[in-house]
């Protein structure tokens, strides 16, 4: 069976305490820190940047120090002077959305020389043939389930055949690929998302929405168990 991750998406956290809140969440469960990078231009959103992420890399460890990945989304326009900016300060996965990339391969090669993992998002409606010609670079696919831009945002149901399409796509490729999932994940419909063939799960409202971000995880966790 499958590993699972979940990757609570610190949009919906405190930002005015961000650094104790990836601790909580890391506490509480978190496999990976999602880290939503906005630029009001891309979407209709600003959020934070590259200094913001190197401030939280410390804090994005486990209580007997291991790093926990931060797991960069740039929802960004351009995109390679970021995402090698990200780099430097200590992301370990960075994906982007191909259609702000003017050279979707070039922005994957530099991600990769930058010793990092590399990934595409896909937003509800985009279709996702780009893989077909650089899967030999992508170690993450990320599909949009709500449009990007907030948290709060209802799961679009296409994403579930969308899913079910790259998960044949990444394992015809025979790569070791993650297939994640962002946008109106809740522990109701977590097990559903996974069957369609997601393996991480980024979460935001559902689980800094709640007080007990353990609660939350171990939830999804039972799911995702059953
Ligand atoms: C939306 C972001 C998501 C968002 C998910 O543009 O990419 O990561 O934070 O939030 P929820 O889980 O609340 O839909
Ligand atoms: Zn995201």
Known sequence: SRTYRIAPSILSA???RLGDEV???IDAGADWIHFDVMDNHYVPNLTFG????????KHAVKADGTPVPIDVHLMVQPVDALAQAFAKAGADIITFHPDASTHVD?????????????GLVFNPASPVDVLEWVIDKV??????SVNPGFGGQSFIDSTLRKAEKVRKIIDDSGRDIRL???????VDNIRRIADAGADTFVAGSAIFGQPDYKAVIDAMRAELAK
Do not use: S
């Not at 590259?50 to 890399?57: G, S, T």
């Not at 070039?106 to 590399?118: C, D, H, N, Y």
């Not at 994640?180 to 809740?186: H, L, N, R």
């Open 50 to 57: 590259p200094m913001v992420c190197q401030a939280l890399r």
């Open 23 to 25: 601790r909580n969440v």
């Open 139 to 144: 170690d993450v696919v990320l599909l949009m």
């Open 180 to 186: 994640e999932i962002d946008g109106g994940v809740k």
């Open 14 to 16: 405190d930002f005015a």
């Open 106 to 118: 070039r922005t994957l090669q530099l991600i990769k020389a930058e010793g990092k993992q590399a």
